[in-house]
């Protein structure tokens, strides 16, 4: 393993120092080492120690991959990653670019990122470039699609069900103590490359040999004494790995991740004199552990508090931990109300009191009524007319419904132009105004931005919603400056929404951080069809939690009279 991690640097140093435009020999050296750790079976920082010469490894490389397995981390590759945008190691990935184009395309287009990437090639500007023909730019928006269906990532949503779904039957299998989803699930990432399960069980082989038998098997990948991975009906990799329950808590931080927050835990283990891995953390040559069985006394043994899954990112989390600063993460208990909820009246699938039932139930206090405006006839946008007889049906609602409001909204389209599709004075007879982009996604980034901030310079705008606009798996974020949303959001005092919506998870967690930077707030709508969609509140809330948001961050956990007042101000 350690191998890999080593191998994954290296060739992420080549990639860079071919960006930089670097020696070719360097980044050549880089490229063979990385492959021949992929493939040396044997620890490779042991054989080095050992005195053992690798071949196609020199001095200076050996030297880093003792480095890396004393410290946990390369000093060198640190520096190096700050050297250029990240993003330009997401294009370097796709296929039909490699490094030369994407220096190509930085120095001379200033492209940073996939989504500008793609915009260039839509537009067609990178033809213009030296060895770029019409055909490379439709190669180029095929790697672009390949990249995000074909690394086969799975929504959180459906990763959700799958893993409920095992779990339920895996509390039936006998032996097993508890269990508990790990990986990239339980940091709430919104799309994930597999599902992570964590049993807890006396005799771990025992309970391995039951688990073909699970109703979700449908292909064994790989078996060992503690570790199955099998392949879903759906197709989906699941890992279920079976520890004893004394160390539970240490393989659930470890399985857990990021594999980034583990190196800095490792490191600031080290620093302590321990060592920490998935049996538990221990002090030098010491074969009990000081502390294995839960979180909360890994976390303990290296001097910080538990860290919530969704902020272990290497985010900043460590030092927040550190520094007794960590955010007090909202919850789904704090949510009062949905502020994103369709009816028949447009798309929806059911009525307005069946949808405002169904969030009761759900615990909320109040909703937002928010169908869509006349322009978008493909989901049976209403008409000022029908949006009035609508407001009339919700003010004889709220005369019935006990402790529950709801709120008149409306999603209103932003036009091309960056108008929106109902008059001011019917604007004005909403409570709430959300307005939303479903067309023109493909207009420079400079028109565009130009028809959000328009919007949200629109007196009566109280949220953006999904504002960048991206489908997982289909579509790319339009291309936005960011910042300049953020910066028209704080001035005019428009909140910026959390769509929970699986497909969405629109705005994401770093969205999310940098809305709170700017003194944004947010609100987490559903944007709910169908009362079973209320459910993806918690979609939304996994989100928030990414972003480091508390309570106050989110406008709808807010009691009704007051969410009202903050948009009025
Ligand atoms: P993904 O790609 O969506 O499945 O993301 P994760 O984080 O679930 O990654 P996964 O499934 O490969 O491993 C789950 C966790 O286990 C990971 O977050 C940290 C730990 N882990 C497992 N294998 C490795 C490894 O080879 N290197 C590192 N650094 N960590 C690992
Ligand atoms: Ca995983």
């Not at 799309?191 to 391995?208: F, G, K, W």
């Not at 130009?450 to 310079?457: K, M, S």
């Not at 987490?524 to 309570?551: N, P, Y």
């Amino acid at each position: 393993m350690v191998n890999k991690e080593i191998a994954d640097i290296f060739h992420a140093i080549a990639d860079i120092l071919e960006i930089q435009g670097e020696n070719a020999f360097r980044v050549r050296a880089y490229r063979r080492a990385s492959q021949l750790l992929e493939n040396t079976p044997e620890n490779a920082a042991e054989l080095l120690v050992a005195g053992k010469h690798l071949p196609g490894i020199g001095h200076d490389l050996a030297q880093k991959i003792l480095e890396f397995s004393r410290t946990g981390s390369l000093g060198d590759y640190e520096k190096l990653k700050h050297a250029v945008p990240a993003g330009l190691l997401d294009i370097v990935r796709i296929p039909g670019v490699g490094p030369k184009r994407t220096k190509l395309f930085y120095d001379k287009l200033g492209i940073a990122d996939i989504a500008a990437l793609e915009q260039a090639a839509h537009n067609h500007r990178l033809r213009a470039l030296a060895g770029i023909k019409d055909k490379t730019e439709e190669h180029i928006l095929e790697g672009i699609a390949l990249i995000r269906q074909g690394s086969g990532r799975i929504l959180l949503a459906e990763a959700d069900e799958i893993a409920a779904e095992i779990r339920q039957e895996l509390s039936l299998v006998p032996g097993v103590r508890e269990s508990a989803v790990a990986g990239s699930v339980r940091r709430r990432r919104e799309t994930v490359h597999d599902i992570d399960i964590l049993v807890a069980a006396a005799r771990p082989p025992a309970v391995i040999d039951a688990l073909p038998r699970l109703r979700a098997c449908a292909e064994i990948i790989a078996q060992g004494p503690t570790k199955i991975s099998l392949r879903t009906h759906r197709g989906f990799p699941v890992d279920i790995r079976v520890v004893v329950p004394e160390c539970f808590g240490a393989a659930l931080v470890y399985f857990t991740g990021s594999p980034a927050h583990n190196v800095r835990l490792r490191e600031l283990a080290k620093r302590r004199g321990l060592k920490i891995n998935e049996y538990g953390v221990f002090a030098e040559g010491r074969e009990q552990p000081l502390a294995a069985a839960s979180e909360e006394a890994v976390y303990q043994a290296v001097d910080l508090p538990w860290i919530a899954p969704e902020l272990r990112e290497d985010q900043g989390e460590m030092e927040q931990a550190a520094a007794g600063n960590l955010p007090r993460l909202i919850t789904a208990a704090d949510i009062r109300a949905d502020t994103h909820v369709h009816s028949q009246w447009s798309d929806g699938r059911q009525s307005i009191r069946a949808m405002a039932q169904a969030l009761q139930a759900r615990g909320c206090e109040y909703m937002v009524i928010a169908d869509h405006s006349q322009s978008l006839g493909i989901a049976r946008g209403l008409k000022p007319d029908d949006l009035r007889r609508q407001m009339d049906e919700i003010r004889q609602l709220n005369k019935q419904l006990k402790n529950f409001r709801i709120l008149c909204g409306a999603e209103v389209d932003i036009t091309a132009g960056g108008n929106l599709d109902f008059e001011d004075t019917v604007l004005r007879e909403l409570d709430v105004v959300l307005a939303a982009v479903h067309s023109g996604f493909r207009q420079p980034q400079e028109q565009l931005t130009q028809r959000i901030v328009h919007a949200l310079e629109h007196p009566y705008v109280d949220i953006l919603v999904h504002p960048t606009g991206r489908l997982l798996g289909e579509r790319a974020g339009y291309a936005l400056d960011f910042e300049r949303i953020l910066s028209a959001a704080r001035r005019t005092h428009t909140a910026l929404e959390i769509n929970a919506s699986p497909k969405r998870l629109d705005l994401d967690g770093a969205h999310c951080r940098l809305a709170k930077q700017a003194g944004v707030k947010l609100v987490i709508g559903t944007d709910s069809h169908d009362t079973a969609q209320c459910a993806h509140m918690e979609l939304g809330v996994g989100i928030a939690r990414r972003g480091g948001l508390e309570a106050a961050d989110v406008l709808n956990c807010l009691p009704c009279e007051q969410f009202l007042q903050k948009l009025r101000t």
